[in-house]
């Protein structure tokens, strides 16, 4: 099975979990700044923040140059402030492209100036490995 985890992060926070999750499935944590090539992917992982309540305009422009025939299925993976905010964005553009998205997301704390100090932390991360693994078997 072709695996591929990718992140946009502005704090660390995403490469964190993304390579939390990519050591767990054995493959390389990418980052999309360093675009990337996304072939034949059976399950592709998408980890992120949200700032200012929305996506990383970089991160859903890059998710509009995937090909949607070669993509099986993603996950997305979002830490935040608001702790369980949902990447609807990177659903959307993933979804018009004809990627399906699973309906099952994981969310995190994140953290800014003093809210939400200290994470993603030690658990938050393990949390992040166990959704990987409940999904990828
Ligand atoms: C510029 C900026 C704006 C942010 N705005 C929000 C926000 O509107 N809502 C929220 O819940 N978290 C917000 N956050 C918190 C981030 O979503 C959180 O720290 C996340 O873990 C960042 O991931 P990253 O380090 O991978 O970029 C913001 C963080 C930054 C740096």
Redesign the pocket.
Known sequence: MNISVI???????????AQAIANELGVKAQDIRENPEIKDVDLLYI????????S?PELLEFLETLDGQVIKRAYLL??????T?RAAEVRAVLTEFGIPVAEKEFTC????FF??MR??NKVDIQNAVHFVQSVSQ
Do not use: E, R
């Open positions: 992140y946009y992060t502005k704090l660390g926070h995403s490469k964190k979990i980890v992120s923040g949200i700032y200012g309540g929305k990383a979002t830490s935040s402030c608001g702790k905010t704390q994140g953290a800014f809210f939400g994470h993603p």
